[in-house]
């Protein structure tokens, strides 16, 4: 459990950080305290308590995630949280398959309102926890959310695990 004076951060954090959280983005926004990448975080190893990302892992190409992965576990201190909530790849193809929206199209491929925002790969649960597991990440847990109420679609992958 983390206590009060834990060092977390939101990496990717966006218009909206984590509550308490020192917000990380390479955009300014109202809610970023720290500019910067999170495949190149300015924080010695063992620094933080707990790593929170929503959303951005899949703004990563596939040939650098596992290495975003290994930078946000080499800034936790062991036994330390990495918490990562991402768009579940094989529910938004089926909800796109069970309803062609240019909506259905856009949660797949990203809002592409800027630079940043694009979807360059896409995980299933399985995918994720094998990837944040090869990192380092042990106990991993999911945290299962339903799409709009239908409990065997999940909205997303959310996942945590410590820092063996």
């Not at 983390?2 to 390479?26: M, P, T, Y």
């Not at 970023?32 to 990448?37: F, G, R, S």
Request: net charge neutral; hydrophobic share 45%.
């Amino acid at each position: 459990m983390l206590s009060v004076l834990s060092f977390v951060v939101d990496i990717g954090c966006g218009e909206s950080k984590l509550e308490g959280a020192l917000g990380i983005d390479l955009r300014v926004a109202d809610s970023v305290d720290l500019v910067a990448d999170g495949l190149n975080l300015p924080f010695r190893d063992g620094a933080v308590d707990h790593v929170f990302s929503s959303y951005l892992i899949e703004h990563y190409g596939h040939r650098v995630v596992e290495h975003v992965l290994i930078e946000w576990v080499r800034v936790l201190k062991r036994g330390g949280f990495l918490e990562i909530r991402a768009p579940n790849l094989r529910s938004r193809a089926l909800l796109f398959v069970l309803n062609p929206t240019w909506h259905s199209i856009v949660q797949i491929f990203g809002e592409q309102d800027h630079l940043g925002n694009f979807h360059k790969s896409g995980f299933t649960k399985g995918i994720l926890k094998d990837l944040v597991r090869s990192a380092g990440i042990v106990n991993i847990r999911d945290i299962f959310e339903s799409y709009r109420g239908i409990p065997f679609i999940p909205r997303c992958i959310h996942v945590i695990g410590q820092k063996n």
